[in-house]
């Protein structure tokens, strides 16, 4: 007798469960999104350094002209190191508990927007870039193209 109650239980409760689970299944739902704002923005300064005379160049302006240019390079170079990271890699040899040979390599790799040119001035024989990249300048292009968003509320209907 208690085998048959328990058959019928089982069998009542599957039924259950499956209507329960057909009911939420065609349940409706608006959901709002709000964009993320973060609570402060980060400015980031870089300074390129380029040598004139090392350009190779005919006249005295175009290497000043070639060294505008490397020096706002190196600048951008210094902007990807502070936003992406360096990597390094590195490798040291010991023969007889003495190196032999101890050598590092970095490589930078990366996608700088939104940065301006602050100003490009000579110092010495070298020209020098500075740039800034103003976080808050960043957000508004990235919002402009990504629009990331949270759920800010659901509706069920």
């Not at 048959?4 to 739902?29: D, N, Q, W, Y």
């Not at 190779?56 to 902007?79: F, G």
Request: overall charge neutral; glycine content about 6%; aromatic content about 8%.
């Amino acid at each position: 007798m208690t085998s048959k109650r328990s058959i019928h239980a089982a069998t009542a409760a599957g039924a259950f469960a499956i209507v329960l689970s057909g009911c939420s299944a065609h349940l409706e739902r608006h959901v709002e999104y709000e964009t993320i704002q973060p609570e402060h923005y980060p400015v980031l300064t870089a300074t390129g350094y380029a040598p004139v005379a090392k350009q190779q160049a005919e006249t005295e302006q175009e290497r000043i002209l070639l060294a505008m240019r490397a020096s706002r390079l190196e600048a951008y170079r210094e902007l990807a190191e502070q936003v992406q990271g360096v990597y390094l890699t590195g490798s040291t040899q010991v023969s007889d508990m003495m190196v032999q040979s101890d050598q590092f390599r970095t490589q930078v790799s990366g996608l700088i927007r939104g940065a301006e040119v602050v100003r490009s001035y000579p110092v010495g024989d070298y020209y020098a870039t500075e740039l800034k990249m103003d976080f808050e300048r960043l957000h508004h292009l990235f919002i402009s193209t990504a629009r990331p968003q949270r759920v800010k509320n659901i509706i069920y209907y």
